[in-house]
């Protein structure tokens, strides 16, 4: 069965935000940026299709810019392409990515509270999952503390341990694995595993290849705001880091 499709998906920035906040990934490509400023939006993805079936996990590479979290961001909803369709059949985790989806100034607790709540779970659902969602991340006495005071690797224990536990049927993962220290890591990967083997797909971004093989049996670069590779992950991959050293 089919869990995502895109068709002839086009997803345009105006200029005007491009300049304020996409400063990091218009300074890594300047000569595309440049060319995009004299028309009047920037284009992130240009006329994507593909489909992802049920069972597959799926990675999507490309160097920095080249619009992997804009990808994951349609798929998640957040985005909305500005042509084209997109269609997802499955129960979406809220986007894990870095430093996304949390009040900074709530404890840990207080935004595992918030965050199921906006997932659709009842405050007694919640509460029923706080303990173990807690115990998952590990994070102590912190857990009372404001995410602010949190490093990254502290915010990516809390977004994953709230994700791992409300049973999503897709789950869509950007860069937040390599935040975290080994032994949390391993904790990720023996729960993605256990997701997988229930069925549930997962779309991941990241620059690190030894995840991407653990995790992911498909693989799909993208290069140009278009897919330049779409494969079986020991296929795709040998590819791509031999282009990118
Ligand atoms: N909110 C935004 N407003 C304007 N332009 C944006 C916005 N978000 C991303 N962009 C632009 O879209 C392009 C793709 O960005 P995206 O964040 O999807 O790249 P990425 O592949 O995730 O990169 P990285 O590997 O650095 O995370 C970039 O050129 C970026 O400047
Ligand atoms: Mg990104």
């Known amino acids: 069965m089919e869990i995502i499709r895109?068709?002839?998906?086009?997803?345009?920035?105006?200029?005007?935000?491009?300049?304020?906040?996409?400063?990091?990934?218009?300074?890594?490509?300047?000569?595309?940026?440049?060319?995009?400023?004299?028309?009047?939006?920037?284009?992130a993805l240009k006329d994507l299709s593909f489909t992802i079936q049920e069972g597959e996990s799926v990675a999507f590479i490309g160097r920095n810019g080249a619009g992997k979290s804009t990808l994951l961001g349609l798929i998640a909803g957040v985005l909305k392409p500005t042509s084209g369709t997109i269609r997802v059949s499955k129960r979406v985790s809220p986007l894990l990515e870095l430093g996304g989806?949390?009040?900074?100034?709530?404890?840990?607790?207080?935004?595992?509270?918030?965050?199921?709540?906006?997932?659709?779970?009842?405050?007694?659902?919640?509460?029923?999952?706080?303990?173990?969602?807690?115990?998952?991340?590990?994070?102590?006495?912190?857990?009372?503390?404001?995410?602010?005071?949190?490093?990254?690797?502290?915010?990516?224990?809390?977004?994953?341990?709230?994700?791992?536990h409300l049973e999503p049927e897709l789950l869509l993962i950007d860069e937040v694995l390599a935040v975290g220290d080994a032994s949390f890591q391993k904790k990720c990967f023996a729960k993605i595993k256990e997701f997988k083997a229930r069925g549930v797909s997962v779309v991941l971004v990241s620059h690190n290849s030894s995840d991407i093989e653990m995790v992911c049996n498909r693989v799909i670069w993208i290069e140009n705001h278009k897919i330049l590779m779409d494969g079986p992950t020991a296929e795709v991959l040998p590819h791509y880091i031999k282009a990118m050293t």
């Open 6 to 43: 895109f068709e002839h998906v086009t997803k345009t920035y105006p200029l005007y935000h491009h300049f304020f906040s996409g400063l990091k990934n218009f300074i890594f490509n300047i000569p595309s940026a440049m060319k995009q400023l004299r028309s009047s939006g920037f284009t």
């Open 101 to 164: 989806g949390f009040h900074p100034e709530l404890s840990g607790l207080e935004n595992i509270q918030l965050n199921g709540v906006l997932m659709g779970l009842s405050r007694k659902q919640v509460a029923a999952k706080i303990d173990e969602i807690v115990a998952f991340s590990e994070l102590g006495e912190f857990i009372h503390e404001p995410i602010r005071s949190y490093s990254s690797g502290m915010n990516a224990r809390l977004g994953f341990s709230v994700i791992a």
